[in-house]
């Protein structure tokens, strides 16, 4: 058994001196968002110099900022990366520092920067960094000008726009700090709290990294508090250290705790550590983490385990866009989207294949899901990158390897210092199908001889000339190093796509827990070969079969469904903007499949109805076609997990009712008869379903227990043409007046306000006060128009209006949308 502890914290500082200044992702010194007033060029300039604000190519931009998001689309472009473009930017702000700041450091903090960045402050270079999704700081105190207006400026190249096999976006896309801190300090993530839990005992342990950048030694007390969701002192302690001058210092502590509230997926029950740093009775610094106290344990027989509870990891793989939005990280965006996944019954979510801002785990502590935190998709080598469409034509080679060597152990390690405290991540995944055989790495395996277990050449035959797969093992073992040099509390993972390759090799014998991506053929096989070896899917196919694997294997703890949520890029052939295999789509509303999994994962009743029409039942429109195509329908046989919620056809059309339920039975009525006899829950196919004549009216699915006594039910009803626009949150808002961000759900509806599933008709979005919109997103995977403007079409009769505001408490806004031959609608939207 492999037993790991874990509790965690937000690696979030509260600023000392600014109250309303939270969330400061350094976790040291007095933090200030500077995201307002940024200047942004699009090309190659001289940036390093004072930029001319009256020429119009520098434009007026806020952070966080996606670049590629906001250009055309065009075939022209790598499918790969959605079939938008990169190139290099530059980024420009004015930044005054108070001459009663002079002795203090100074310091940026950028969360992520995408990519092959430098900084530049009043033209001196202070740093690069290559990699686009690591979190990184650079002290520019000796560059400042105190009392004067000093230049800020950051080059972006992103001009390897084919650099990944999914899309990245470009630019500064998450938030950037100013951080002042006096020279004695905590250490940027200085505080780390892990807890252990024996009976009914609970200790938190906290390592305190501790700079002395002055010219004395420091006498320091260090006050550990740890406060519970009430704000009372439930444990604390004092250290006093001495810190020579020009050195570091780590000072380890402990906090007792009984009858500690565990963190869970259910309950998820946080405390807060407290750090004060006090030097002749004055503070000098403070950092706020949140944290708390659980248990999990791995077994290679008996799966995993929180809080000694055996569970199933119902988990989904994501991606960091947010469709029109791009790569720039909304808070608020994502508490919406894994709230909604959190409905589905999913627990769990892998961060594919690069750490994520900090906010995402921040949430996923809150909200209680799991977190398998991912560090590369590729390490010394590229992979291929689809150019034409997803899988075809001729592949570049772009990506992140050449500075895998050099960047690729700090940034690995610079990960897991800032995300070790999150109570959420419950693993570290150092790659993703990195041994894809002959992507690049080959082994002599693949050839098929018998004694190997194979008796044809499998995934192309051994390469003799591509790079050796024997080679994958002495990488890893290198890169588990550095996790566990900073953290022993998780264990260490990675996604294997080849693992009949892999298992020839050292590599899997360097992980605590092995994940197979696509391979329940191999979960008996190697459970029986490998008995010590813990296995769970790291990536899957939504099929039925694939979730069988996990419940009938008890060893097999779980899943990772690819994917949680439609993603740009990844593209199929033009037009299609990104990968469409989501449980929520762009917008972040649930899918057809959805809800398949909901019928799967979720402990509360449930029953879902869709519909689609028969081949060779009576003539479809193009329409019908475009759905079909769309479903991916495979015949009359199999029924299909992606049916929409749909009941519009031809009088008599033979149309295929589906059922995605977690009732024992269920039957099919239509206006109030009987049309479709009480069937079993299906073991098979996870899938009831009923072919009934197509009529006009209501049409309701009634589950029930074994009993026959009902459970859920769920209806559609056929529509009419659509008359008006309604808004999901009525006529009224409220939001947060500075940066906050309204999301507003547009419903297309006939007469009767019944929702119109086929409409598509187009909305303009007008504003009137202190806000801009930043996109109208439908979810529509092959609508390639201008996302940039405030026009867009609906998608399945539905849309989302994401809507940022930048005004004064008790302000109010004032929303309109209008399409032609529709009923309008408004909302008002206080300013809190």
Partial sequence: MIRFIKCSILALAINLFNPAAIFAQPGFGEAEKITSDWRFHLGEVDGKTAVDYNNRSWRKVQLPHDWSVKQTYSPGFASATGYLPGGIGWYHKKLTVPQEDQGKKIYLYFEGVYNRSEVFVNGHSVGKRPNGYISFNYDITPYLKYGQENQIAVRVDHSQDADSRWYTGSGIYRDVWLVRATPVHLEQWGVYAFPEVKGKKGTLHIQTALTNESLSAANLSVLSELLDKNGAVVAKTVKKVTITAGSKQEIKSELAVSNPKLWSVETPVTYTLRTTVMQDNKVIDKSTVVTGFRTFTFNADKGFALNGKQMKVKGVCLHHDSGVLGAEMYPAVWRRRLLTLKELGVNAIRTSHNPQASALYELCDELGLLVMDEAFDEWEFPKRKWLQGWNVGTPGFQGSSDFFKEWGEKDLGDMVKRDRNHLSIFAWSIGNEVDYPNDPYSHPVLAGAKENGFTQPIFGGYKKDAPDAMHLGDIAKKLAAVVRKYDTSRPVTAGLAGVAMSNETAYPGTLDIAGYNYTESRYMEDHKRYPKRVIFGSENRHDFDAWKAVTDHEHIFGQFLWTGIDYLGESGRWPSRGFYSGLLDFAGFIKPRGYFRQSLWSD?????????????????????????????????????????????????????????????????????????????????????????????????????????????????????????????????????????????????????????????????????????????????????????DNVQRVFHGKMIVYIQTNGQPSEELSVRFTAPWLKTASIKIKLL
Avoid at 689 to 700: N, R, V
């Fill in 604 to 788: 509360q009743p449930m029953a879902y109805l869709g519909t689609y029409p028969l081949k060779g039942g009576g003539a479809a429109t193009d329409v019908w076609s475009v759905l079909e195509a769309e479903q991916g329908q495979q015949g009359n046989d199999a029924p299909s997990m992606d049916a929409w919620p749909i009941w519009n056809y031809q009088q008599g059309q033979l149309i295929r009712v589906v059922c995605y339920t977690n009732a024992e039975k269920a039957r099919l009525e239509l206006n109030g008869q009987v049309v479709g006899q009480t069937k079993d829950y299906d073991q098979k196919q996870g899938i009831i379903y009923w072919d009934i004549p197509y009529a006009e009216g209501k049409l309701e699915v009634i589950g029930t227990d074994k009993n026959g006594k009902e459970t859920t039910r769920h209806q559609l009803q056929s529509s009419k043409r659509q008359q008006a626009i309604v808004i999901a949150q009525g006529d009224q808002l409220q939001v947060e007046a500075k940066g906050g961000i309204a999301q507003i759900e547009l419903q297309i509806v006939d007469e009767n306000g019944i929702p119109v599933q086929l409409a598509d008709d187009e909305i303009t979005c007008d504003i009137i006060g202190n806000a801009r919109l930043l996109g109208m997103e439908a979810g529509n995977n092959a609508d390639k128009g201008d996302y940039t």
